[in-house]
């Protein structure tokens, strides 16, 4: 087998990147890139998929460049460039829409929340966005896919076409079949109003998440009004699983400290919820508040970031302009 091991992620310009993003992915795409060859992209194609004002849009593509240096990501060692510039991706995620069936796309989760009640009004790239993300990881034959667990059926569904296009085109082991690497742990960051849904950049209350651009004060007025419990905290998960949002606050305690989740619970056992708030909030600023200084640190060069952004375009074309090749070939294109 010719396939050598690669990681490939990317993360939405829609916006400030929050606390979920940063455990979810980003945490783990730095860690990653000390062991293995890493691609790393500003998605702003999967962006569009919902309106962007053209301006925003713009700045976020620098702000969540920014975001991947100032949470660690070397320009040096991964390869961080912005979707668009390399169109290749776009060219292959129209070739994976004709692998794609019309059944399996029916069956993705993320479409249905994110077009809500109005299907009929939602855009025709929102309905065939995982087909976008299949190409994203297969343009460069990606073998590791590190992701928050929300992106678990997307990638599935890469799987699944990668193994249709080898199958049709009679081309076996042709596409590797990329694997999520979801972390164990922590692999879905729950919002501090409601632990049943998942901490995002679009939902409507800023006070549902922790901004990586967040002050030390921001981070400590958040965590103060988390929603939590008024009884003390349990010594047990099982006791904790029925009240997400402790359990939530809990878990990222767990993560942020390295330690493990049952440590962490037997040692809050007993004590009011204050008492862990006042940890978690030190325990954040520690971790979030350097890095959102980082962040705007970087954002006063944006000459700086965008030849972060073009020097990757350079480098990820290469990869996808030799792949590309192959892939015309085998589907009979001249
Ligand atoms: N709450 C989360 N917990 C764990 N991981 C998360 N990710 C996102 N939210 C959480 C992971 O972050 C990576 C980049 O996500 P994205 O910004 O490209 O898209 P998203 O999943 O749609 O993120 P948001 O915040 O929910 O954005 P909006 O509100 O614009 O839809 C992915 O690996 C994702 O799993």
Redesign the pocket.
Known sequence: MENKKLVF????P??N?????Y????KNFVSLQKEMECIYCV?DL??IT?FQNPKHLHNNVLETTASFIATGLDPNKSIIFNQSSVSGHAELAWILNCVSRIGWLNRMT?FKD?AGSDKEKASVGLYIYPNLMASDILLYKATHV??????KQHLELSRDIAQKFNKDFNCKDFFPLPEPLI?KK??????LRDGTK??????ESDYS?INLQDTADEINKKIKKAKSDSNSIPGEIKSLEKKPEALNLITIYSELTQSSLEKTISEMAGKEYSYLKKRLAEALIDEIAPVGKEIKKLLEDKSHLKNILKKGTEKASIIAEENLKNIREKVGLI
């Open positions: 992620s990317g993360v939405q829609t916006g990147l929050h606390l979920g993003n455990l979810g992915a980003l998605v999967h962006a919902i993320q994110k590190p992701v928050g667990a929300d992106q972390s922590i692999s879905r960051v729950m919002s998942k901490m995002s950049k679009s939902e998440r």
